[in-house]
C-alpha cells in the first residue's frame, strides 16, 4: 500500500470515528476504530523497526510507536489519531516532495522522442524511432527534439541542448555538426545521417540512467537516526520526570505526542533528492542519494589523463610507417577505419583526421574491443590491431614521449600515430577548486608513459601521478588507498575506466563523448563536456548535506523545546498532535532549499 493511501485510509477512519463519537453519539465505536488503526500502524512501524535493529541500525521509530500507545493507555485516543495521521500525512507529503525535487529528472522521460521523419526515395516516411537504422537520413523540423544520433547532411540552424548539458546556450548547427537526440532544433530544417540507433543514442542513454535511479531509489541513511539514541533517551527522561513530578501518566502520553519524529524522517531524504534535482539542472546526473552523501565525504580523487584531464579532443602528430612499402595515408586509412565505431578519444581524433583529409574510410567487420588495449578488426580483408604497443605487436623499447596508437597488419607491426595532447583550460581550476573543497590528495591514472603523464601533469595540483595503468592497476590503486582518503572519486570517460568506476567509491563519468560502458558504470554522468562539473558535484553534494544536517537539527531542536513545555502540562495531548504538521512544514521546508542555487 502506498503512503498516500495509507494517509486516506486513516484519513477515512477518522472521518468515521468524529460520526461516530458527535453524531450517533457511539464513543465506544470511535475508540475501538481509532484502536484498531493505531494497533496496525504500531504493528507495521514494529515490524519495520525489529528489521532495522536486526541489521545493526537503530532508529527513531520507537517514539512514533510509544506516542501511539502511550496515548491509547491513557484514553487520549483523538490524540492518537492525529498522531497516525500525522505519521502518515507526513509519509505522503515525503514522496510529494520528492516528486516535486526531481520533476527535472522527469521530465526527460516526458520529453523521449518516440517518432523519426525518415527520408526514403525522396519521400518522407514517419517511424517509430527504435525503428531508425544507422545510415538512414532523417528529418528533424523546426522546433521539433532531435530523434537520434547523427550527423547533419544538409541544412542550418540551432539547436538547444540544455536537457542534455545543462547549457542554456543555443549551439549553431550545419553540414557535418554531430546532434544529440534529446535535443530541440530551432527554426530551420535539419536532414542527418544516422550514427546512432535510438538504444545507443545519447538522449536514451539519459534515459536509461534516469529510469535506473528511479528503479533503485536512494537508500537515504535516515539523518536523524544518527540523533536516535540521545533524542530518544531526552524524550523518555523528559516525559518520565514530568510523570513523575505530575503523578498523571497523561502528562507522558503529551511529552511523546510532541516528540514524534516524523519531520526528523523527512529532512534528510527530502533534501538529498532536492540535491539530485539541482545538480540534474547543472548537466550533472547523479543515480542516486547515497551518491551525494559519499560525493559530500569525499577525501580524495582519480583522474584518467585522457579525455578528463586532457582536452576532450586531440590533434594527429605523426604518422610513421614501418614499411617503406606502406604509405602514411594508408596506414591513417586501415587505422581510423578500424576505430570507426569507438568512442575513444584516440579514436574520434583519428576520424576527425581522415575526415579533414577527406580520407574514405573501409568497411570493418569482425570488430572486437579487448578492454585496457585496443582494437582488432578485419578491413579490406586483412586483420588490423590498433592499440598499445605490445598489443599491435611493436618488438621496439624506444617509444616516442607522447600519447600514441600502434598498427599491426595481419599480426606483423605496421607504424604507429602520435597525437597532440593538451590540458583541458578549466583543469588547473577544477583541481585547486577540489582542494579547496577539502579534498586531499588528488591523483592521475594513465596508460601512457611517465614522461608523457609527467609533463601533462606539471602545473597542475596533484599529488601523484601513476603512468602504464591497465584497467586491473586502476582497480588495484583505488582498492588500496589509505582510509583516511575514502571516500574516493574515480573520474573517466572511456571504457577502460569502466572498472575503476565501478570500483571507487564515487564514479563519475565524462558522457558527453564516454562509451555507455562507463556511464553505466559510474554513479553520476557529467553530461557536458566540462571537467569543472566535477568540482560542482562535490559543492552541490557538501551543500545539500549541510542543509539536510540543519534541517534534521532544527526539527530536533524544535521538538525538544515543544517537550519540555508539554512536560509543564500546558500542551494537551490533541494539540500536541496537531503541532507535529507544523513541525513537518518546517522541516521540509528547510530542506528544499537544496534546490536553490546559491
Same mark, same amino acid.
Given at each position: 500500500?502506498?503512503?498516500?493511501?495509507?494517509?486516506?485510509?486513516?484519513?477515512?477512519?477518522?472521518?468515521?470515528?468524529? &460520526? +461516530?463519537?458527535?453524531?450517533?453519539?457511539?464513543?465506544?465505536?470511535? #475508540?475501538?476504530?481509532?484502536?484498531? =488503526?493505531?494497533?496496525?500502524?504500531?504493528?507495521?512501524?514494529?515490524?519495520?523497526?525489529?528489521?532495522?535493529?536486526?541489521?545493526?541500525?537503530?532508529?527513531?521509530?520507537?517514539?512514533?510507536?510509544?506516542?501511539?500507545?502511550?496515548?491509547?493507555?491513557?484514553?487520549? %485516543?483523538?490524540?492518537?489519531?492525529?498522531?497516525?495521521?500525522?505519521?502518515?500525512?507526513?509519509?505522503?507529503?515525503?514522496?510529494?516532495?520528492?516528486?516535486?525535487?526531481?520533476?527535472?529528472?522527469?521530465?526527460?522521460?516526458? !520529453?523521449?522522442?518516440?517518432?523519426?521523419?525518415?527520408?526514403?526515395?525522396?519521400?518522407?516516411?514517419?517511424?517509430?524511432?527504435?525503428?531508425?537504422?544507422?545510415?538512414?537520413?532523417?528529418?528533424?523540423?523546426?522546433?521539433?527534439?532531435?530523434?537520434?544520433?547523427?550527423?547533419?547532411?544538409?541544412?542550418?540552424?540551432?539547436?538547444?541542448?540544455?536537457?542534455?548539458?545543462?547549457?542554456?546556450?543555443?549551439?549553431?548547427?550545419?553540414?557535418?555538426?554531430?546532434?544529440?537526440?534529446?535535443?530541440?532544433?530551432?527554426?530551420?530544417?535539419?536532414?542527418?545521417?544516422?550514427?546512432?540507433?535510438?538504444?545507443?543514442?545519447?538522449?536514451?542513454?539519459?534515459?536509461?540512467?534516469?529510469?535506473?535511479?528511479?528503479?533503485?531509489?536512494?537508500?537515504?541513511?535516515?539523518?536523524?537516526?544518527? %540523533?536516535?539514541? /540521545?533524542?530518544?533517551?531526552?524524550? %523518555?527522561?523528559?516525559?518520565?520526570?514530568?510523570?513523575?513530578? =505530575?503523578?498523571?501518566?497523561?502528562?507522558?502520553?503529551?511529552?511523546?505526542?510532541?516528540?514524534?519524529?516524523?519531520?526528523? &524522517?523527512?529532512?534528510?531524504?527530502? =533534501?538529498?533528492?532536492?540535491?539530485?534535482?539541482?545538480?540534474?539542472?547543472?548537466?550533472?546526473?547523479?543515480?542516486?542519494?547515497?551518491? &551525494?552523501?559519499?560525493?559530500?565525504?569525499?577525501?580524495?580523487?582519480?583522474?584518467?589523463?585522457?579525455?578528463?584531464?586532457?582536452?576532450?579532443?586531440?590533434?594527429?602528430?605523426?604518422?610513421?610507417?614501418?614499411?617503406?612499402?606502406?604509405?602514411?595515408?594508408?596506414?591513417?586509412?586501415?587505422?581510423?577505419?578500424?576505430?570507426?565505431?569507438?568512442?575513444?578519444?584516440?579514436?574520434?581524433?583519428?576520424?576527425?583526421?581522415?575526415?579533414?583529409?577527406? &580520407?574514405?574510410?573501409?568497411?570493418?567487420?569482425?570488430?572486437?574491443?579487448?578492454?585496457?588495449?585496443?582494437?582488432?578488426?578485419?578491413?579490406?580483408?586483412?586483420?588490423?590491431?590498433?592499440?598499445?604497443?605490445?598489443?599491435?605487436?611493436?618488438?621496439?623499447?624506444?617509444?616516442?614521449?607522447?600519447? =600514441?596508437? %600502434?598498427?599491426?597488419?595481419?599480426?606483423?607491426?605496421? *607504424?604507429?600515430?602520435?597525437?597532440?595532447?593538451?590540458?583541458?583550460?578549466?583543469?588547473?581550476?577544477?583541481?585547486?577548486?577540489?582542494?579547496?573543497? *577539502?579534498?586531499?590528495?588528488?591523483?592521475?591514472?594513465?596508460?601512457?608513459?611517465?614522461?608523457?603523464?609527467?609533463?601533462?601533469?606539471?602545473?597542475?595540483?596533484?599529488?601523484?601521478?601513476?603512468?602504464?595503468?591497465?584497467?586491473?592497476?586502476?582497480?588495484?590503486?583505488? !582498492?588500496?588507498?589509505?582510509?583516511?582518503?575514502? /571516500?574516493?572519486?574515480?573520474?573517466?570517460?572511456?571504457?577502460?575506466?569502466?572498472?575503476?568506476?565501478?570500483?571507487?567509491?564515487?564514479?563519475?563519468?565524462?558522457?558527453?563523448?564516454?562509451?555507455?560502458?562507463?556511464?553505466?558504470?559510474?554513479?553520476?554522468?557529467?553530461?557536458?563536456?566540462?571537467?569543472?562539473?566535477?568540482?560542482?558535484?562535490?559543492?552541490? +553534494?557538501?551543500?545539500?548535506?549541510?542543509?539536510?544536517?540543519? +534541517?534534521?537539527?532544527? *526539527?530536533?531542536?524544535?521538538?525538544? #523545546?515543544?517537550?519540555?513545555?508539554?512536560?509543564?502540562?500546558?500542551?494537551?495531548?490533541?494539540?500536541?498532535?496537531?503541532?507535529?504538521?507544523?513541525?513537518?512544514?518546517?522541516?521540509?521546508?528547510?530542506?528544499?532549499?537544496?534546490?536553490?542555487?546559491?
Amino acid at each position: 500500500m502506498t503512503n498516500f493511501k495509507k494517509f486516506m485510509l486513516a484519513l477515512i477512519i477518522g472521518v468515521i470515528a468524529l &460520526i +461516530s463519537q458527535f453524531v450517533f453519539a457511539a464513543g465506544t465505536v470511535a #475508540f475501538w476504530l481509532i484502536l484498531l =488503526a493505531g494497533g496496525l500502524t504500531t504493528i507495521s512501524m514494529l515490524i519495520g523497526m525489529i528489521k532495522s535493529i536486526r541489521s545493526g541500525k537503530y532508529g527513531v521509530d520507537i517514539l512514533a510507536i510509544t506516542a501511539i500507545v502511550a496515548t491509547l493507555a491513557v484514553g487520549e %485516543y483523538w490524540a492518537s489519531l492525529i498522531v497516525l495521521i500525522m505519521l502518515t500525512g507526513g509519509d505522503s507529503l515525503e514522496d510529494y516532495a520528492s516528486r516535486q525535487a526531481s520533476r527535472e529528472l522527469r521530465s526527460l522521460l516526458d !520529453n523521449s522522442p518516440h517518432t523519426a521523419h525518415k527520408i526514403s526515395d525522396q519521400q518522407t516516411i514517419d517511424l517509430q524511432v527504435e525503428a531508425v537504422q544507422i545510415g538512414d537520413i532523417v528529418l528533424v523540423k523546426p522546433g521539433e527534439t532531435v530523434p537520434v544520433d547523427g550527423m547533419v547532411i544538409s541544412g542550418e540552424s540551432t539547436v538547444d541542448e540544455s536537457s542534455l548539458t545543462g547549457e542554456s546556450r543555443a549551439v549553431a548547427k550545419d553540414a557535418d555538426d554531430m546532434l544529440m537526440s534529446g535535443s530541440v532544433n530551432g527554426d530551420g530544417a535539419l536532414q542527418f545521417r544516422v550514427t546512432k540507433i535510438a538504444a545507443d543514442s545519447q538522449y536514451q542513454r539519459l534515459v536509461r540512467l534516469v529510469k535506473e535511479s528511479e528503479a533503485k531509489p536512494a537508500h537515504f541513511v535516515r539523518l536523524a537516526d544518527h %540523533y536516535a539514541v /540521545p533524542f530518544t533517551l531526552i524524550a %523518555y527522561l523528559i516525559g518520565g520526570i514530568a510523570w513523575f513530578l =505530575a503523578k498523571d501518566p497523561v502528562r507522558f502520553a503529551e511529552v511523546l505526542v510532541v516528540a514524534s519524529p516524523c519531520p526528523l &524522517i523527512l529532512a534528510a531524504p527530502v =533534501a538529498l533528492v532536492a540535491g539530485m534535482s539541482r545538480s540534474s539542472r547543472k548537466g550533472i546526473v547523479v543515480k542516486n542519494g547515497t551518491t &551525494i552523501e559519499k560525493l559530500a565525504k569525499a577525501k580524495s580523487a582519480a583522474f584518467d589523463k585522457t579525455g578528463t584531464i586532457t582536452a576532450g579532443s586531440l590533434l594527429v602528430d605523426q604518422i610513421k610507417s614501418s614499411d617503406s612499402t606502406l604509405s602514411p595515408d594508408r596506414l591513417l586509412i586501415l587505422a581510423a577505419s578500424a576505430e570507426q565505431d569507438s568512442s575513444h578519444i584516440l579514436a574520434r581524433s583519428l576520424l576527425t583526421d581522415a575526415k579533414n583529409k577527406k &580520407i574514405h574510410l573501409l568497411p570493418v567487420t569482425n570488430l572486437a574491443e579487448v578492454t585496457g588495449q585496443g582494437i582488432k578488426a578485419e578491413v579490406a580483408g586483412q586483420q588490423i590491431a590498433v592499440g598499445k604497443a605490445a598489443f599491435a605487436q611493436n618488438p621496439a623499447t624506444d617509444l616516442p614521449d607522447q600519447t =600514441a596508437v %600502434y598498427v599491426s597488419i595481419d599480426c606483423k607491426y605496421a *607504424g604507429s600515430i602520435t597525437f597532440k595532447d593538451t590540458v583541458r583550460p578549466e583543469a588547473k581550476a577544477t583541481l585547486a577548486r577540489l582542494k579547496e573543497l *577539502g579534498l586531499s590528495k588528488l591523483i592521475m591514472l594513465t596508460g601512457d608513459q611517465q614522461p608523457v603523464a609527467d609533463k601533462i601533469a606539471a602545473g597542475l595540483a596533484l599529488d601523484e601521478v601513476h603512468a602504464q595503468c591497465l584497467p586491473e592497476d586502476k582497480i588495484s590503486l583505488i !582498492n588500496n588507498m589509505p582510509k583516511q582518503y575514502k /571516500p574516493i572519486i574515480m573520474v573517466g570517460d572511456g571504457v577502460n575506466d569502466a572498472p575503476a568506476l565501478a570500483a571507487a567509491d564515487v564514479g563519475i563519468a565524462m558522457g558527453a563523448h564516454g562509451s555507455t560502458a562507463a556511464s553505466e558504470s559510474a554513479d553520476a554522468v557529467i553530461l557536458k563536456d566540462d571537467l569543472s562539473r566535477v568540482a560542482e558535484a562535490v559543492d552541490i +553534494s557538501q551543500d545539500t548535506m549541510r542543509i539536510a544536517r540543519q +534541517s534534521v537539527l532544527i *526539527g530536533i531542536g524544535i521538538c525538544v #523545546f515543544l517537550m519540555l513545555v508539554a512536560s509543564t502540562g500546558v500542551i494537551p495531548a490533541l494539540f500536541g498532535a496537531a503541532l507535529q504538521e507544523v513541525v513537518d512544514s518546517v522541516s521540509i521546508l528547510s530542506s528544499l532549499r537544496a534546490r536553490r542555487d546559491h
